[in-house]
């Protein structure tokens, strides 16, 4: 387990943003495409990202956000389907 800084990495509000989108599934070009950037640069940024936090791949960088709370907690949208099939508990 990598032990984390007691102060969180300081991260520009457009790195939040990349950082965001990333937690939610979007690739580099997509990113791009919303953020009107080329995907290589969104890469660019990623990696300088990655080296702020010290994480070794984008899966480790997800999680240090999480661990760092620079990004909160994922919300899931609950479906009234959801709720009806609750009794398997």
């Known amino acids: 387990m990598v032990k984390l800084s007691t102060q969180p990495p300081v991260l520009k ?48 960088l997800i999680s240090l956000s999480y661990e760092y709370r620079i990004l909160g907690i994922p919300e899931f949208p609950i479906s009234s389907e959801a709720g009806k099939n609750a009794n398997y508990l």
Do not use: C, F, W, Y
């Open 13 to 60: 509000d457009s790195e939040i943003n990349i950082l965001q989108l990333l937690a939610g599934g979007q690739s580099s070009k997509e990113i791009g495409d919303e953020l009107q950037l080329s995907h290589r640069t969104v890469e660019t940024k990623i990696a300088m990202i990655r080296a702020k936090l010290g994480a070794v791949n984008t899966p480790h």
